[in-house]
């Protein structure tokens, strides 16, 4: 016989559910086997996932041994990811002396889906304000939000930047932080717009400081129960760091657990361009404006998930 | 005009890239803008992705960088999964006295998911031997490894553990572990089996400690890229822990950064048929075989990812 275990999803409490082929054989349960109680984990009407509860493999486990065949979930969100830029061709192609592969769709797109969204690329816009406008008309009119790579800068060809000024509704421009600093945010045709930086370090780095957790939020995901990015912790430096004056400066460190500390070093070239610095690294400092961090300090940092 | 960033898939070297819209202008670049020397991050023969690397949002934007418009990869692993236990009960069913509702393929087929293998659900096996063979040889023939949940104790109802001793291959059984501990492994008509407990906590666990880590070795995943569940890191407890006779035990603790440490502490019944115990915590304990833990005390610990 197989021994039965309590139900948790409990209807009725402090009664032992005793598994009747068990009984049938007339032995003392308690010799041969552990016993489960009804009730012992969850209780009746004990709420043990709350709306905004992100659905992680335990939870699942969770829901379905309370009896749930479905349960209602938040739509996962269409994210139109758009790459503008002259100097953009696409990966595959014929590469001219002046132009750089794009890579920020791609990696955005991926990191849209790890936050639970479904990323929708769009072709790529070089200098055509027209061709841009049509693309965010054409965004807007189909996903939930739209993410842009490149164009939001102070020049006259930032295109973002300009199209969002003259036709879309900015509720900010720039955050002081370094790499990342000209990040928009605003909407366009009523759908909320990131403007990201065309650096790929940037990009990257303003997605999982800035777009991750507003995509958490408006999936209803509550403190706590977030899917995020990066766990903040803190960070013994082997190797001083130099921080941006007027902006939190986010280095790449690779962060592991030495003796009873988490140690942080750093390995490659920090230009904002260098992605490469992103897959060497696992973590961001979080360096306070103006403060540069010495060889031994404890700092805050972000441990990429 | 557009600034054009050298190529970082360079192929070239020394020589900055001159962007030909700002040399037409006849302006000094360096007056107006930032520019990137061409290989600055990069240089040629670099390698910059090595095979064995999980592509990460950042690692697929370095693959776009360099240029490549398709990489090769791993194929997804389809990875049977299948519950075992006539006390079980497929959740939204009617539900006996003597029945629990069944979780473990709901929550490792997620874990599966998680670790970037295909879940393949198959139907509940009762108590029945002939069932279970059928099944198991079909897995066997669609999928390339098989996850069973339930009947890997010393019962005579055991199932898997009497199927795989009778007519499979066992290479272990039982693994000095708590809670987890009788996981079985072997291959059943040549393909790798893995027969898991059924209670809830020790199913994910025995995925996590053990499944997950042959997952990304059997992808060709190499050291310190592998996709995986887990950080290795020393906490502080706030609370004592018992550990268990003779076996590593995993008591399910909450961490969280303060101060400059990482801390501890317990929340709910520790019980290996509570799942909602790892909704409710987001680490493990890796107390050594014998050994309790203080309050005070700093111990190895895994930190869910």
Chains 1, 2 share one sequence.
């Not at 068990?22 to 003392?28: F, L, N, P, S």
């Not at 990191?111 to 049509?134: A, C, H, N, Q, Y």
Request: proline residues 6%; contains cysteine.
């Amino acid at each position: 016989m197989v021994l039965s275990y309590a139900a948790q999803s409990a209807r009725g409490l402090d009664k032992p559910v005793v598994p009747q082929k068990i009984v049938d054989e007339g032995k003392t349960l308690a010799e041969k086997f552990l016993i489960r109680w009804k009730g012992e984990n969850l209780t009746h009407n004990t709420v043990a996932l709350r709306a905004g509860t992100v659905l992680t493999p335990a939870s699942v486990s969770l829901a379905a041994t309370m009896g749930h065949a479905n349960i209602r979930v938040v739509r996962k969100p269409n994210i139109a990811v758009i790459g503008v830029g002259d100097e953009l061709t696409p990966p595959g192609e014929h590469l001219s002396e002046s132009s750089i592969y794009e890579s920020n769709t791609f990696g955005l797109s991926s990191l849209v889906e790890k936050m639970g969204g479904t990323p929708m690329r769009f072709d790529l816009i070089k200098d055509s304000m027209d061709l841009l406008r049509e693309t965010l008309d054409e965004a807007a009119a189909s996903c939930d939000a739209i993410l842009t790579s490149g164009g939001v800068s102070m020049g006259e060809w930032d295109m973002v930047r300009r199209i969002m000024e003259e036709e879309g509704d900015i509720r900010f421009w720039k955050v002081m932080i370094r790499p990342g600093g000209p990040p928009l945010f605003g909407s366009w045709r009523g759908k909320p717009i990131f403007g990201l930086p065309g650096n790929p370090v940037s990009s990257h780095i303003v997605f999982t400081v800035l777009v991750a957790p507003w995509m958490s939020s408006s999936m209803g995901s509550e403190e706590g129960t977030r899917p995020r990015l990066a766990n903040r912790v803190r960070v013994e430096m082997e190797e001083s760091l130099k921080g941006a004056p007027g902006k939190l400066c986010m280095r790449r460190i690779s962060i592991r657990q030495e003796g009873d500390k988490l140690l942080g070093s750093t390995r490659t070239h920090q230009g904002s361009g260098n992605i490469h610095s992103m897959v060497a690294h696992n973590g961001l400092s979080l360096l306070p404006p103006d403060s540069d961090c010495q060889e031994g300090d404890t700092i805050d940092a972000l441990w990429l998930l």
